[in-house]
């Protein structure tokens, strides 16, 4: 079986592609800029394909000959509705038989961009009569985040550190791709929200990460543009506007809501219990000893050597 996964070089791709690939599945995978494609064919893409998601020329020949499509949104994209839409008509003219769509968590939060153009991808997809699943994560732990506080010592966050957001880790979203594209028609016109135990505050992350690691870690409110800087390599300009705006929604309304998510979705689709935040956090944590300890051996054989 054949499945087109877009935005294939992300976080969410980069996860994916080994779990498809060893669950069988022939794997197109599109990027948007060009070279570095072994990368890719080592994670497990057969083919890979680099184009403009917005170029319905392009999208045409992404899905041809294809079972199923992942369609995944680039990061921060002005056009994510409009790139949507012409993905949604593309697999319909190719009458693709299953359409997955990586869409967010309350998508009606729609005063935040990306879930309003989320959510009005997810209207096209239920009016263009395809064979569908919808999956909605949670706010992602993210590696790289977590990593960064554990060294600093502190967990910054761009709204109210009182204020709780579900959670939900990538290599479980990856995990339930894998399932749906596999079990295909028991997964046609199911919305699922992905979301792991426990909604956590910037003040009980900040704790989770001190009671993993044994370090003190405090937690910090900062701005939203010093957040996405920081965390994203955003920077300033026109070429940055969407994103800031998009950022500073984002921010606004965690600011004023708590972002609430259920596990009970999450745990019947993987059959176990989904990766709590401290698992994940210790995970993060070994991993930072393992390189702590690898890097102290390159410098003893260097040193000896030298």
């Known amino acids: 079986?054949?499945?087109?996964?877009?935005?294939?070089?992300?976080?969410?791709?980069?996860?994916?592609?080994?779990?498809?690939r060893d669950a069988g599945f022939e794997i197109r995978a599109v990027r948007s800029t060009p070279g570095r494609d072994q990368e890719l064919e080592a994670?497990?893409?057969?083919?890979?394909?680099?184009?403009?998601?917005?170029?319905?020329?392009?999208?045409?020949?992404?899905?041809?000959g294809v079972d199923t499509v992942y369609y995944i949104t680039p990061t921060a994209h002005p056009q994510e509705r409009e790139m949507g839409w012409a993905m949604i008509d593309a697999a319909r003219e190719a009458s693709v038989g299953h359409f997955i769509y990586s869409s967010v968590?309350?998508?009606?939060?729609?005063?935040?961009?990306?879930?309003?153009a989320k959510r009005d991808i997810e209207e096209r997809l239920l009016e263009a009569n395809?064979?569908?699943?919808?999956?909605?994560?949670?706010?992602?732990?993210?590696?790289?985040?977590?990593?960064?506080?554990?060294?600093?010592?502190?967990?910054?966050?761009?709204?109210?550190?009182?204020?709780v957001q579900?959670?939900?880790?990538?290599?479980?979203?990856?995990?339930?791709?894998?399932?749906?594209?596999?079990?295909r028609e028991a997964h046609f016109g199911a919305t699922y929200q992905l979301c792991a135990p426990g909604n956590h505050s910037g003040n009980d992350i900040a704790a989770a990460i001190a009671r993993v690691t044994g370090r003190e870690i405090s937690a910090e409110l900062i701005s939203p543009?010093?957040?996405?800087?920081?965390?994203?390599g955003m920077g300033e300009g026109?070429?940055?506007?969407?994103?800031?705006?998009?950022?500073?929604?984002?921010?606004?309304?965690?600011?004023?809501?708590?972002?609430?998510?259920?596990?009970?979705?999450l745990t019947w689709l993987l059959g176990r219990q989904p990766?709590?935040?401290?698992?994940?956090?210790?995970?993060?944590?070994?991993?930072?000893?393992?390189?702590?300890?690898?890097?102290?051996g390159e410098r003893e054989r260097t040193s000896s050597f030298g």
């Open 238 to 265: 026109d070429r940055f506007r969407y994103p800031a705006a998009m950022i500073r929604s984002v921010a606004m309304w965690y600011g004023q809501y708590d972002f609430v998510g259920n596990p009970n979705v």
């Open 105 to 116: 968590l309350h998508p009606i939060a729609s005063p935040m961009l990306q879930h309003k």
């Open 43 to 64: 994670l497990g893409a057969s083919e890979v394909m680099v184009g403009d998601a917005a170029d319905r020329h392009i999208l045409r020949e992404a899905v041809a």
């Open 130 to 163: 395809l064979p569908f699943t919808v999956l909605q994560p949670a706010d992602y732990m993210m590696p790289h985040v977590i990593g960064e506080a554990i060294m600093s010592g502190v967990w910054r966050q761009l709204y109210d550190l009182d204020r």
């Open 275 to 296: 990766t709590t935040l401290d698992q994940f956090i210790a995970k993060i944590w070994q991993d930072q000893q393992v390189q702590r300890t690898d890097r102290g």
């Open 166 to 183: 579900a959670m939900v880790a990538l290599e479980d979203v990856a995990e339930v791709v894998v399932k749906v594209a596999r079990e």
């Open 1 to 20: 079986m054949k499945i087109l996964v877009m935005a294939a070089a992300g976080n969410q791709g980069r996860i994916l592609l080994p779990r498809l």
């Open 225 to 232: 543009d010093s957040y996405f800087q920081q965390f994203y």
